[in-house]
């Protein structure tokens, strides 16, 4: 009886097909390690297993946003107290070596010390919906990208003819261009007829992805105007920029405690690099990348539109600083103003968190 009632904490190290799990007393000893399928029935296993060895205080998993998702999900719904775990590091691994049952218990005993304490997103709301529209219009974007390289790379060593009649048209113009090439299918062992017909169908690859990308920022622009309309009222903060943003945050805002936190999460945070009678920071290289990508296409936008913005990098250049430093510094203010936007946002579509919002707001 004593056994079922201490205290114990669990841990996962997920992957495709199976999740390996271990169990930790309040002390840090190893109870039990177990494999369980990637399933619901699996899940369901996996934690009346945990519970097995006491009262279950919480579960460290890895890989929440990837092979873990649906197993935090089930334990959220459980009412288990869920943190994400990063996977250790080099240094870690080349001490204690590599396999599941250690990454399970590293992920407990992560989980126990406090060191990752972190919620994982909760992926339920209009947020996660932004989040796959935009992974799908990410992906296109990507592609055209790729094919109009492939198109300029080819015109590049294309007959003289042809590329006197392409040459210096707009990508636009051009791939309209290559769709009116005449294709010989009958005669494409001509080096002339075949590269017609490769750049017919890379124009016409270019304009499907054209039209899917489209149709992505149609769903996606009322949307994100919906659900975040603080955020999309900031200066130099679009649709892209905004889901990106939203993305990084997630559906439940109280994993986000300050804007000091949401900073470091989007890799804005200042890193000391001052060294003797040199005092400075430097880029951090950390973070969500995808949000600094868009904190940094916003920042750029105000550096050419906005005059308050240009007049503070004109007021920083004539202290001597670079124009990364200028950069690093309005891409941490940008993410102040991120996140009070994104808090009250979040804070409007959660009654709970009213009070949050209205302290942002006031």
Avoid at 138 to 148: P, S
Wanted: include cysteine; charge should be positive; glycine fraction near 8%.
């Amino acid at each position: 009886m004593a056994g079922k009632r201490r205290p114990v904490t669990g841990g996962v190290d997920t992957h495709d097909k199976f999740h390996y799990a271990a169990v930790v007393d309040r002390v840090g000893d190893v109870l039990s390690t177990q494999q369980f399928p990637a399933n619901a029935r699996g899940y369901q296993a996996l934690l009346a297993w945990m519970r097995g060895y006491g009262g279950l205080v919480k579960v460290g998993v890895e890989g929440t946003g990837s092979y873990g998702a649906g197993l935090a999900r089930y334990l959220a719904k459980q009412h288990v107290k869920v943190v994400e775990v990063d996977r250790p590091d080099r240094k870690t691994r080349r001490r204690q070596g590599k396999s599941d049952p250690i990454d399970a218990i590293a992920a407990a005993l992560a989980a126990l010390s406090g060191r990752a304490s972190g919620a994982p997103k909760a992926r339920t709301g209009p947020v996660e919906a932004i989040r796959v529209l935009h992974v799908a219009r990410r992906g296109a974007v990507k592609a055209r990208t790729a094919a109009i390289n492939q198109l300029k790379g080819l015109i590049v060593t294309a007959p003289e003819p042809l590329r006197e009649q392409l040459r210096g048209l707009a990508t636009p113009a051009l791939a309209t261009a290559c769709l009116n090439l005449p294709v010989h299918e009958s005669d494409l062992s001509n080096p002339e007829h075949a590269i017609n017909a490769a750049l017919h169908a890379i124009a016409t690859r270019i304009q499907q992805l054209t039209a899917e990308i489209t149709q992505a920022s149609k769903r996606l622009r009322p949307l994100v105007a919906t659900t975040a309309p603080r955020l999309s009222a900031l200066r130099g903060v679009g649709p892209d920029v905004a889901g990106r943003l939203l993305a990084a945050a997630g559906d439940n805002p109280d994993r986000l405690h300050s804007e000091a936190a949401f900073a470091h999460l989007c890799g804005v945070a200042p890193i000391p690099a001052s060294s003797g009678n040199t005092q400075r920071h430097r880029l951090n290289r950390g973070g969500d990348r995808a949000a600094n990508s868009a904190l940094y296409t916003a920042t750029l936008s105000r550096l050419r539109h906005d005059p308050h913005t240009r007049a503070y990098a004109q007021r920083r250049a004539a202290q001597g600083k670079t124009i990364k430093d200028t950069i690093r510094c309005l891409k941490r203010y940008l993410a102040r103003d991120v996140y009070t936007a994104i808090m009250a946002d979040l804070a409007a579509l959660n009654p709970g968190l009213t009070t949050i919002g209205a302290s942002l707001t006031s």
